[in-house]
């Protein structure tokens, strides 16, 4: 019997034996992974080697690689040219001013194939450091609009279209928005959507036509008031804010005691020539209650005059009261048709407001305004040139541009979009100039997609420049991490 039981014995021992070395074998794989690739914290302002674990990214992608299912979504090639930047942010109380550089390494284009079944590609540590540090102000709070009240007029499908741009500006400012659709379909849907963004939102249903529904949120936005508020004021569902902080901040040297009429008039001559001198509604028409109360009073005598909503507002103030238009600059209506991009990469201050962006040209508002979360609201549309010795620009959101040749005149505004209709000199000069012709040779990389990793601290923008013909599409990551994640 001992005979007949010691050769299974024997081999379960010898099994087991094997199974343990093979256990404490690949323990000592382990951990010399993670001994070899192990993240190390860096809190020094100059490049940072970025050496996260390739165990780690099979699992999480968590470390320097390409996204190739995310390639495949904006490169309908087999192949692309791919380029990575990585800009650490440090947020202080020391804050002055973003700098006019970044001071970059040249962009070192590498291919990368596409019809792979890989979901990522691994990259080597040389291609993932630091590319850049930059300073930002320390992250704050959402500013206090609860002095405010938004009404828009729109269609109950374009509404939640615009729920996600809305809440860059609103959520959790107390603004309160007020949203005039038709009566076709139920809002439940905009409701729950907009208390998971945390915007204060109305919706009143009204069968009245566009126009009139424009005009009527003069009544309704008045009825809707509270003893906070201030400012009437009256969008588009295209407009965008991309800073509430300095809207707050701008709207603070009006008096709202008194009557006023604040707005922008259109930067096309030959719309002002059509049009008038007005408030253009998209750039956002901004009315203090008392100027209010007097509409209120002539309100159906206004209501008779058909018009362009904007039109009959800017009517009804001219006919009755003594208030005249003040021209806010900060805000635009963005009446440029085809290409805007010089009006984006113009390196000004960040605008009060943005229109059009969804119609009359493409930008993605909601992708731009992402990195806000990492650097702040003013670091949107930033202009920093990569070195004092190349072209290369990144308008942070928008574009990474090479440009043919240097501008001397930095505030000078590249004209990319249609000539005006206008049969005078300068149609745009007056509203912004000072202008330079449109650069055929310049180089363009526009954001087709901006993704928030918020357990990692970090957003990736994706910048495509589509080539012609069959030449490969070329693409720059450029990811924004936090240097102290508790900043975020």
């Not at 700098?99 to 792979?116: A, G, I, R």
């Not at 979901?119 to 500013?143: G, H, M, N």
Request: net charge negative.
């Amino acid at each position: 019997m001992q005979l007949l039981c010691y050769g299974p014995l024997s081999q379960w021992r010898q099994s087991m034996a094997l199974r343990a070395i093979a256990a404490a074998a690949t323990c000592l794989l382990i951990f010399a992974v993670f001994s070899l690739y192990g993240r190390h914290d860096n809190a020094q302002l100059g490049p940072v080697v970025n050496a996260e674990s390739p165990f780690l990214s099979l699992t999480n992608s968590s470390a320097c690689h390409v996204d190739l299912d995310l390639l495949r979504t904006h490169a309908s090639n087999i192949s692309a040219e791919y380029a990575r930047l990585e800009i650490v942010v440090a947020r202080t109380s020391n804050f002055t001013q973003f700098s006019e550089t970044l001071d970059l390494p040249k962009l070192n284009f590498h291919p990368v194939q596409l019809y792979t079944a890989d979901q990522i590609e691994l990259l080597p540590k040389e291609r993932c450091f630091t590319s850049a540090t930059i300073q930002a102000p320390v992250a704050s709070a959402p500013p206090n609009a609860s002095h405010m009240i938004f009404g828009v007029a729109t269609s109950t499908e374009r509404l939640y279209d615009s729920l996600d741009a809305f809440a860059h500006w609103a959520a959790g400012t107390g603004a309160h928005v007020v949203a005039v659709v038709d009566e076709d379909g139920s809002v439940e849907k905009h409701k729950k959507r907009a208390k998971e963004l945390d915007i204060r939102l109305t919706i009143v249903q009204n069968s009245d036509e566009l126009l009139d529904r424009y005009f009527s949120l003069v009544r309704i936005l008045y009825e809707k008031r509270d003893e906070l508020t201030q400012w009437v004021v009256l969008i588009d569902d295209d407009t965008f804010f991309p800073s509430m902080r300095n809207l707050v901040t701008r709207m603070k040297s009006y008096d709202p005691r008194e009557p006023q009429y604040v707005g922008a008039l259109t930067e096309d001559m030959s719309q002002l020539h059509y049009a008038g001198h007005m408030a253009f509604g998209g750039a956002g028409i901004f009315l203090s209650v008392p100027l209010v109360k007097q509409l209120d009073a002539v309100f159906n005598n206004c209501y008779d005059f058909k018009h362009a909503g904007d039109r009959m507002i800017a009517r009804c103030i001219y006919h009755n009261t003594l208030t005249k238009l003040t021209w806010e600059r900060g805000l635009h209506q963005m009446d440029l048709r085809g290409d805007a991009s010089g009006f984006y990469e113009s390196g000004r201050s960040l605008p009060l407001s943005i229109h059009h962006w969804k119609s009359w040209f493409h930008a993605d508002m909601v992708g731009l305004s992402k990195v806000a979360s990492i650097c702040g609201e003013d670091c949107l549309l930033r202009r920093w040139r990569f070195s004092k010795q190349d072209n290369w620009y990144l308008v942070n959101g928008f574009s990474v541009v090479e440009y043919s040749a240097p501008f001397p005149n930095p505030d000078a505004m590249e004209q990319t979009w249609d000539d005006s209709k206008y049969q005078g000199l300068d149609p745009f000069d007056y509203s912004l100039g000072p202008l330079r012709k449109k650069d055929e040779g310049k180089i363009s990389f526009r954001l087709r997609e901006a993704i928030s990793e918020r357990e990692r601290k970090q957003i990736r923008q994706i910048y495509v420049q589509q080539r012609k013909g069959d030449q490969k599409p070329r693409v720059i990551e450029v990811v924004w991490k936090s240097l102290s994640n508790s900043e975020v």
